[in-house]
């Protein structure tokens, strides 16, 4: 054992992200002493500007939304209590299908290789006991979320043989089917108008998340819900489009409380399901 505390890395694509797919755990952790260390692949350009302004509308400017995003970021991860933020600023390359996709410079169009080693060097400081990222289709297939999950997987590769900074567990986010359920229930609630999706929209949402026995770990951050919900609100230039805003508190802690995720290294054989990130390491 040595005196280097135990630390968590989330490697996310956008500001926000941090918040909806893991605040729960970073604010829970950090609570118990542990290192958490946030990594911020985006800039956020390609967000809502002042005033709602979309991305492509006159008036929209991606470098003034890049540093209005920052702020709000940073704001985020004072209310999570992250350690350390970390914000590899590649340029935000939208929603798939967008233009942005195909921009010099965008983190779509970044070599994985390049993404990876910058990713790895941040691995080697921090050397973190555990790693969580995005799935290969990165949850819903947003290209930037994509791209964090190739490269954090490549990063690992690279640090694997360095003993120093081998990651003794990964996880993937994820979210079982029967909460995918809940959700979509919450959100008809709350937006009596919304039109019906589709049928091809409403299969490919069905298959977003995985049945719930193919969930390795499943945390309770419950008693730190507010502190998600606080951090989401921290970035309220993008409050139109945080749904979960809008439920309030109590509702929030009850549909997102638990998080969920898969456990896709570990060398330490805790056994599953696991209800701890950390579990084998303490």
Excluded at 56 to 81: I, N
Excluded at 244 to 250: H, Q, V
Aim: net charge negative; charged share 25%; aromatic share 8%.
């Amino acid at each position: 054992m040595t005196d280097r505390p135990l630390t968590l890395m989330a490697v996310h694509a956008h500001p926000d992200d941090e918040a909806t797919g893991t605040g729960g755990v970073l604010a829970r952790y950090a609570a118990e002493g542990i290192r958490t260390v946030l990594v911020t692949c985006t800039d956020g350009g390609c967000g809502d500007g002042p005033g709602g302004v979309k991305p492509g509308d006159p008036g929209h400017d991606p470098a003034a939304v890049a540093s209005m995003r920052r702020q709000e970021l940073e704001a985020s991860c004072g209310v999570l209590k992250v350690s350390d933020l970390e914000m590899l600023d590649y340029a935000d390359s939208g929603m798939i299908g967008w233009a942005a996709n195909e921009a010099p410079g965008s983190f779509w169009q970044t070599p994985v290789a390049e993404g990876a080693a910058r990713l790895a060097e941040l691995m080697r400081h921090y050397r973190p006991d555990v790693v969580v990222t995005y799935d290969e289709n990165g949850f819903y297939g947003h290209p930037d979320h994509i791209q964090a999950h190739r490269i954090t997987m490549a990063a690992l590769e690279m640090t694997a043989q360095d003993e120093t900074a081998l990651t003794p567990k990964v996880y993937w986010t994820t979210m079982p089917r029967s909460m995918m359920r809940r959700f979509g229930e919450t959100m008809a609630e709350f937006q009596e108008d919304m039109p019906e999706p589709d049928p091809a929209e409403a299969a490919a949402l069905a298959e977003i998340g995985l049945p719930d026995d193919e969930i390795t770990t499943w945390v309770d951050a419950t008693a730190f819900s507010g502190q998600k919900f606080d951090a989401l609100a921290a970035h309220a230039s993008q409050g139109e489009n945080i749904f979960f805003l809008r439920m309030g508190k109590e509702r929030f802690g009850e549909l997102m409380g638990v998080e969920t995720f898969v456990r896709v290294k570990d060398v330490t054989d805790a056994t599953l399901p696991e209800n701890d990130l950390f579990a084998g390491l303490r």
